[in-house]
């Protein structure tokens, strides 16, 4: 069974750090990219960062570009996002997601496997 697994979330305040991890089992995804995606109340999911294959190509939606960084370690089977400078409007549920190809992508149709998510509250 192919599970994705976030952990990392929390409460913080405003200008802190949080780091997620994303650990899959089930297979490797070595060979595919990985992406975060956000969902804040009424409102629909959206890209927060990819990373193709090999970590070789990024992507990061403009409201984090400066302040969150994807990475990976395909020996561990791992994604992770590191998010500095946090702000309230960063509150959301934070769902990682394995993409069907190679190439960094923004679009939720690229993802096939994903995440129960994990919150991150950042108060003011």
């Known amino acids: 069974q192919v599970q994705l697994v976030e952990s990392g979330g929390g409460l913080v305040q405003a200008g802190d750090s949080l780091r997620l991890s994303c650990a899959a089992s089930?297979?490797?995804?070595?060979?595919?990219?990985m992406g975060w995606f956000r969902q804040a109340p009424g409102k629909e999911r959206e890209v927060v960062a990819a990373?193709?294959?090999?970590?070789?190509?990024?992507y990061y939606a403009d409201s984090v570009k400066g302040r969150f960084t994807i990475s990976r370690d395909n020996a561990k089977n791992t994604v992770y996002l590191q998010m500095n400078s946090l702000k309230p409007e960063d509150t959301a549920v934070y769902h990682c997601a394995a993409g069907v190809g190679w190439t960094a992508s923004r679009r939720t149709s690229d993802y096939d496997y994903w995440g129960q998510g994990t919150q991150v509250t950042v108060s003011s």
């Open positions: 990373i193709s294959w090999n970590g070789g190509s990024t």
């Open positions: 089930g297979r490797t995804f070595s060979s595919n990219a």
